[in-house]
């Protein structure tokens, strides 16, 4: 039988386990490449800083996240990985990963794909960052979160509502553009119709179709893009 890739990234002889608390830094921008991380379990943010101290959330990241892969020729990191979570990773040192990316051309197009992936879903977000409305850009955010909650075994509730990563205001802000106060305001709104519960500083979404009908966006083509490991890639990423 046909082994997932990402199981045999993950189960790799040149893998090393770490696990790092949360508000840890995996890596940061400026720092020499080094490395590739493998998310096994945990959510960790990645962003970038402006010379002025400001922030740009650029993705938040989830078990199967492939990270800090750069284009050839590059030596530095160009943004920070930082744990939102308590995190599990799968490290194979740079030199292994270029070796094992080259003998193995099936794991090479399994990576452009999962690149590709990316990329598609950075083109969605900038056009919700640049063109929408902030109700439309937090009520993206929120369903876009809550689709990656509920592909964990941790994320769908027993009143069939999805608790959201702990993803902190100031955070959302940051990767929509948009003050915290807005965000207060917005979420005021959507607790009012329904949408949303807010409890020790979680959220939860309540209805997920109506937040995604505010933002125009597809949530089948969103699941797409959200972790769906197999049975194998499950095993691999609990072990």
């Known amino acids: 039988m046909t082994t997932n890739p990402l199981t045999e990234l993950i ?25 590739v991380y493998i998310v096994k379990d945990g959510w960790v943010l990645i962003y970038e800083l402006l010379q002025d101290g400001r922030r740009q959330v650029l993705k938040i990241a989830g078990p199967g996240s492939v990270l800090g892969y ?5 030596r ?18 740079r030199r292994h990963f270029a070796q094992i990316v080259h003998d193995r051309p ?37 369903a876009e979160l809550a689709c990656l909650s509920r592909s964990t075994i941790h994320g769908q509730s027993n009143d069939g509502s999805i608790l959201l990563l702990p993803v902190k205001r100031l ?14 305001r917005v979420f005021r709104g959507f607790k009012d119709e329904g949408l949303i519960r807010a409890h020790n500083n979680r959220i939860s979404v309540l209805n997920l179709q109506k937040l995604a009908e ?14 769906t490991p197999d049975a194998s890639v499950v095993h691999a990423l609990r072990a």
């Open 11 to 35: 189960t790799h002889s040149d893998a090393i386990p770490q696990l790092q608390p949360q508000r840890h830094l995996i890596f940061c921008q400026g720092d020499e490449w080094n490395s």
């Open 70 to 74: 750069m284009p050839p020729g590059s």
């Open 76 to 93: 530095y990191m160009t943004c920070t990985g930082e744990c939102l979570t308590s995190v599990v990773l799968s490290v194979i040192p």
């Open 106 to 142: 099936d794991l090479a197009i399994w990576l452009a794909g999962v690149l590709a992936t990316d990329l598609e879903a950075a083109y969605r977000r900038l056009t919700i960052v640049g063109r929408c409305t902030a109700r439309e850009k937090v009520a993206y955010l929120l």
């Open 171 to 184: 955070q959302i802000g940051d990767a929509l553009g948009l003050s915290t106060e807005h965000i207060c």
């Open 214 to 227: 505010i933002a125009g966006m597809d949530i089948e083509t969103v699941d797409l893009h959200m972790p």
